[in-house]
T-cell receptor, first 116, second 115 residues
């Protein structure tokens, strides 16, 4: 079985602060994929990033960056200079192959509240 | 391009009633999924399908049924609605190869209340 842990249930910051959302995963697979999704208050799920287990390079996209560390089984997400529009629930997810088919296991999510 | 379309957006059911949540995608994706999202619990997989005619159970399949007669459609059926099925339901689709794990595209969700 695989497991994704997002220990931070809710984080509150003031605009322009940097914030890091933690994600720790467990898997026995040697090949796996990790994802981050954003769920704004409007409710839809928005894909942010995918990372495979062989690519440990950090990635930066504008104010977003991701730090993948296989040694600690973590895939953390940092928002630099947070903005009110970043307020959302953020989900980390791990791919799983059941009988050779791809499915996702989600963490419980971290609610980020950015106040002006 | 509509992506993944779910209907209805909201529904209230009485205990014991049945209903079908509709999901259709226009991206020619082979994989389709149904999740439920309960407050503070993330998304849990109910059923998934890897192609027309092929479905399989996810983590929480009890009380639900699915079918996949076409590539585009993946309806979720509740036969005897129970209060425990009050949730937000998301349908998703993806194009997966044998070794790929492409991002899933999600519909906007169906908010279902069982009273």
């Amino acid at each position: 079985a695989q497991k994704v842990t997002q220990a931070q249930t809710e984080i509150s910051v003031v605009e322009k602060e940097d914030v890091t959302l933690d994600c720790v995963y467990e898997t026995r697979d040697t090949t796996y994929y990790l994802f981050w999704y954003k769920q704004p208050p409007s409710g839809e799920l928005v894909f942010l990033i995918r990372r495979n287990s062989f690519d440990e390079q950090n990635e930066i996209s504008g104010r977003y960056s991701w730090n993948f560390q296989k040694s600690t089984s973590s895939f953390n997400f940092t928002i630099t200079a947070s903005q009110v529009v970043d307020s959302a629930v953020y989900f980390c997810a791990l791919s799983e192959r059941n009988s050779g088919y791809s499915t996702l296991t989600f963490g419980k999510g971290t609610m980020l509240l950015v106040s002006p | 391009n509509a992506g993944v379309t779910q209907t209805p957006k909201f529904r209230i059911l009485k205990i014991g009633q049945s209903m079908t949540l509709q999901c259709t995608q226009d991206m020619n994706h082979n994989y389709m999924y149904w999740y439920r999202q309960d407050p503070g619990m993330g998304l849990k997989l109910i059923y998934y399908s890897v192609g027309a005619g092929i479905t399989d159970k996810g983590e929480v399949p009890n009380g639900y049924n699915v079918s996949r007669s076409t590539t585009e459609d993946f309806p979720l059926r509740l036969e005897l609605a129970a209060p425990s099925q009050t949730s937000v339901y998301f349908c998703a689709s993806a194009r997966q190869g044998q070794d790929s794990n492409q991002p899933q595209h999600f519909g906007d969700g169906t908010r279902l209340s069982i009273l």
